[in-house]
């Protein structure tokens, strides 16, 4: 392939749309309706090359890690990986890790925006521990390959990944270029991470398009992964929220571990049973999308009893699902709730993840 060519170029021959003024993904292709469906049935794939990527050396490394996310490290392998939330000291989240062990490294995995973030929290703390961190998001880029097909379409590349688990990892290579592949769930069908030097992403991008994986638009993705009940750091959320108001404690909190910054917040909050506010997904009964920071009133009105985070079409169905921080007595699901529109209150369902 010619060094001139660049992923995005590659992405407008595909009639990759953009948003004005933006370097991020693109929103669609042409067509989101058909994305959302090769995505939820076939074989997608979604530019994710400007999440925030770090590499941590040294033989403290996890011990060093350990002591500041909310997950359990000690016992993962080379080849396994976890989520985790970077906390501060009152228990709130800094970041929305992932988090995947090697033999002689950890690499860690989180979306765009948060690199300064992390970078600064891991500095103030590292004193004399035999720990380097390496931000990497200027050398790595990452594509997502979502569909029920995917595993199909790997196998077509000679990648077989039947056997990897959720966060299980490995190295592997297309037509010689190396790169990292990653069980990752963030929709609700079959999900790898595919995580390369950056100067090999319209490479593989254009490899990946000619073994049958199709392009699919951010605005598709966000549609699954808020159907799927996946947050996304920087829009659901914030360092104003506590860990447990986020809704992934089975997945990214451990209770058993030792002691690390934040933990003592979190764990009062376990022995109280409940936080005040936690977030749920919204099917709404009518358009428009409602845009982000719409209050939510409960089923007979009144003052708000939330807000949404983000919102997208759900192309299943032509009708918008969001993704909203509620009250505790309202987030039930199966629960209405009125979702503040111009004209007038659009009633919604709440649902969860089972």
Wanted: overall charge negative; glycine content about 8%; proline content about 6%.
């Amino acid at each position: 392939m010619s060094l001139a060519i660049t992923l995005a170029d590659l992405q407008k021959q595909s009639g990759a749309v953009f948003a004005e003024d933006s370097v991020a993904a693109p929103l669609h292709y042409g067509n989101p309706h058909g994305e959302y469906a090769i995505a939820d049935a076939e074989a997608g794939i979604v530019d994710f090359s400007q999440r925030c990527h770090f590499e941590l050396t040294g033989s403290d490394r996890v011990k060093f890690l350990q002591n500041f996310c909310t997950n359990d490290l000690l016992p993962l392998q080379p080849g396994q990986g976890c989520e985790a939330f970077l906390t501060s000291l009152k228990g709130k989240v800094l970041a929305h890790l992932f988090v995947f062990v090697d033999e002689n490294r950890l690499c860690i995995e989180a979306a765009a925006g948060t690199a300064d973030v992390i970078a600064a929290h891991l500095d103030k703390y590292l004193i004399a521990e035999d720990v380097e961190i390496h931000p990497r998001s200027d050398a790595w880029g990452e594509f997502l390959l979502t569909g029920p097909d995917c595993l199909h379409r790997l196998s077509g590349l000679g990648i077989a990944v039947e056997d990897l688990l959720p966060y299980g990892h490995r190295a592997v290579d297309i037509d010689g270029i190396p790169l990292t592949i990653r069980r990752v769930n963030w929709t609700s069908q079959p999900g790898f991470s595919l995580v390369m030097a950056r100067s090999e992403l319209a490479a593989i991008w254009s490899r990946l398009i000619d073994g049958g994986i199709r392009p699919v638009g951010s605005q598709a993705f966000h549609a699954l992964r808020i159907e799927a009940c996946m947050p996304w750091d920087r829009m659901d959320i914030t360092d104003d929220n506590l860990a447990q108001e986020v809704a992934r404690t089975d997945q990214a909190i451990s209770f058993s571990k030792g002691c690390y910054l934040g933990q003592e917040p979190i764990a009062r909050i376990d022995a109280l049973g409940h936080v005040n506010r936690e977030l749920r997904g919204l099917r709404l009964t009518a358009g428009p999308v409602p845009p982000i920071g719409t209050p939510i009133l409960g089923k007979e009105g009144g003052n708000p009893i939330g807000e949404i985070t983000s919102a997208a079409l759900s192309y299943r169905n032509d009708l918008p699902v969001a993704l909203a921080y509620l009250r505790r007595n309202h987030v039930q699901p199966g629960v209405t709730v009125l979702v503040e529109q111009s004209d007038e209150p659009t009633p919604a369902t709440v649902f969860w993840h089972e």
